[in-house]
């Protein structure tokens, strides 16, 4: 079994960065591959990037992309998530997930086949 903790979260304003991570336990991180969603309130968990287990591939949604950078160190069992641009739309809170199996781009944006979840950290992003 997995845990996974995230930390980071705070409110911001826009344009500020903020950088989230995801440390985890109980289990060979460097066998997962780690993904970020977000989650506002009425609205479905939306994908935002996931990362190979070796760090080497990563894939982002459109709506990060050139904005957020994925990374991990699996010598820490952590990966993060450094939040650059940020803008009131990115408000959320923000999971991290692990999942076993191969890195697949088209497959990783899908929350239903990840493994395990964290808790979630609040994103607030002031305008």
């Known amino acids: 079994q997995v845990q996974l903790v995230e930390s980071g979260g705070n409110l911001v304003q826009t344009g500020d960065p903020l950088t989230l991570s995801c440390v985890a336990s109980g289990g060979t991180f460097s066998s997962y591959v780690m993904g970020w969603f977000r989650q506002v309130p009425g609205k479905e968990r939306e994908f935002v990037v996931a990362i190979s287990r070796t760090g080497d591939y990563s894939y982002y949604a459109d709506s990060v992309k050139g904005r957020f950078t994925i990374s991990r160190d699996n010598a820490k069992n952590t990966v993060y998530l450094q939040m650059n641009s940020l803008k009131p739309e990115d408000t959320a809170a923000y999971y991290c997930?692990?999942?076993?199996?191969?890195?697949?781009?088209?497959?990783?944006?899908?929350?239903?086949?990840?493994?395990?979840w964290g808790q979630g950290t609040q994103v607030t992003v002031s305008s």
């Open positions: 997930a692990a999942k076993t199996g191969v890195f697949y781009s088209v497959a990783s944006r899908s929350s239903s086949t990840y493994d395990y």
